[in-house]
């Protein structure tokens, strides 16, 4: 299936194949060589390009917008324009509920370093929340959407399974 997805900002036209149930996506990338394989794993997705893997975090933001976290590098992809809509598959680092909540999960295992917020407090999406380490490298782990933070389940030097949920960002009510 072709779609137009944004990056960043920038435009990509990609063709995307999905097997086992849509745990598995085969990406092509119109104007580079190879293709991207990406696994669905109980904390986030294993992506895989030649012989580089890399460990992936993944949360729903705005509508249609996902973000990826890869080590320190965040990701904004947008999948407006003639792509479908984003859906999120049970395993992923967070994703949206019907009343607009999101839950964020631990993209694998590791340790929460440090709280940046606190339950309660209100966010932008993109704030940094906290600081997870995993496989030896601190990720700030951000709110997916704007909103306040509920549920927070993590303290400071907790160790924590692939895809336990951290905390939940509830959507503020208009006045």
Same mark, same amino acid.
Request: charged content about 30%; proline content about 3%.
């Given at each position: 299936?072709?779609?137009? @997805?944004?990056?960043?900002?920038?435009?990509?036209?990609?063709?995307?194949?999905? &097997?086992?149930?849509?745990?598995?996506? $085969?990406?092509?990338?119109?104007?580079?060589?190879?293709?991207?394989?990406?696994?669905?794993?109980?904390?986030?997705?294993?992506?895989?390009?030649? $012989?580089?893997?890399?460990?992936?975090? /993944?949360?729903?933001?705005?509508?249609? &917008?996902? /973000?990826?976290?890869?080590?320190?590098?965040?990701?904004?992809?947008?999948?407006?324009?003639?792509?479908?809509?984003?859906?999120?598959?049970?395993?992923?680092?967070?994703?949206?509920? #019907?009343?607009?909540?999101?839950?964020?999960?631990?993209?694998?295992?590791?340790?929460?370093?440090? %709280? @940046?917020? &606190?339950?309660?407090?209100?966010?932008?999406?993109?704030?940094?929340?906290?600081?997870?380490?995993?496989?030896?490298?601190?990720?700030?782990? $951000? #709110?997916?959407?704007?909103? /306040?933070?509920?549920?927070?389940?993590? #303290?400071?030097?907790?160790?924590?399974?692939?895809?336990? @949920? %951290?905390?939940? /960002?509830?959507?503020?009510?208009?006045?």
């Amino acid at each position: 299936m072709r779609r137009i @997805l944004a990056l960043d900002g920038r435009e990509l036209r990609v063709e995307v194949r999905a &097997e086992a149930d849509g745990a598995v996506l $085969r990406v092509g990338i119109e104007g580079d060589d190879g293709e991207l394989v990406a696994r669905e794993t109980p904390g986030g997705w294993t992506i895989t390009k030649g $012989r580089r893997t890399v460990e992936a975090g /993944v949360t729903g933001g705005r509508s249609g &917008e996902l /973000v990826v976290q890869i080590a320190e590098h965040t990701y904004r992809l947008e999948t407006g324009r003639g792509a479908a809509g984003g859906t999120r598959r049970n395993g992923s680092a967070a994703g949206g509920t #019907a009343d607009g909540r999101s839950e964020v999960r631990t993209p694998m295992p590791g340790k929460v370093v440090r %709280l @940046l917020r &606190e339950e309660g407090e209100q966010v932008a999406a993109g704030d940094g929340v906290l600081v997870f380490e995993a496989m030896k490298m601190q990720n700030e782990i $951000r #709110a997916p959407a704007s909103g /306040v933070i509920a549920n927070m389940r993590a #303290a400071a030097g907790t160790p924590m399974e692939g895809g336990e @949920l %951290l905390f939940v /960002v509830e959507p503020v009510e208009s006045a």
